[in-house]
């Protein structure tokens, strides 16, 4: 069975929400789906006084685990336009992987959140892409084959670079039907294209 990691980092349980059903859809591709979160970097009384979401269920990866997925899809909040120092720094630790080729042919793809519809989505969804290209990932993004994220009959989500939501400034929107199907269609595209790579 084709196993993927789905690593996030979650500041108010948005990206917690879709790291979930992005483990919905590898499941329904027939893949098996480990949901790992990286550790918050914020000093825990900064961290409560903003209400960051820190009772989140998933245990926290290592970086020496990675090898052992099929496929890595990458979740995290933007900061700015770019991926959080949280992730940031998990990645800133697989050098040693880097130095061996031990992602090289793995499948990679990312999903993201933002408090505006123009947030700097694909340019945070770029920003995780570029270490999975380090890496010699094979990267997709969400395909146009996801209807989901066409037409303007509503506030959504959803990119070709990657899946992803949107909070509203101040976090009220939780993600949508349709966030949660993109996410979930990204989950099922990465296990079948993975499945295929390692038949």
Excluded: C
Excluded at 24 to 34: F, I, K, Y
Aim: aromatic share 8%; charged share 15%; net charge negative.
């Amino acid at each position: 069975m084709t196993k993927v990691l789905v690593l996030y980092y979650s500041t108010y349980g948005h990206i917690e929400a879709m790291a979930a059903a992005v483990a919905e859809g590898v499941a329904a591709g027939g893949g098996q789906a480990d949901i790992r979160r990286v550790p918050e970097l914020v000093p825990a009384e900064v961290a409560q006084a903003a209400h960051f979401k820190l009772d989140q269920d998933a245990p926290f990866a290592t970086v020496e685990e990675l090898p052992g997925y099929d496929a890595i899809i990458v979740g995290a909040p933007t900061r700015f336009g770019r991926m959080p120092a949280q992730m940031a720094q998990f990645w800133d630790q697989t050098g040693g992987l880097w130095l061996t080729g031990a992602l090289t042919g793995k499948v990679g793809a990312a999903f993201t959140s933002t408090a505006t519809q123009h947030g700097g989505q694909e340019t945070t969804l770029f920003s995780i892409l570029t270490n999975l290209i380090h890496h010699g990932m094979v990267v997709t993004g969400l395909p146009y084959a996801f209807q989901g994220q066409m037409g303007l009959e509503e506030v959504k989500g959803g990119t070709p670079y990657g899946a992803s939501t949107i909070s509203d400034g101040d976090g009220s929107r939780q993600p949508s039907k349709t966030d949660l199907d993109g996410a979930r269609y990204l989950g099922q595209h990465v296990a079948g294209l993975a499945g295929k790579l390692t038949a």
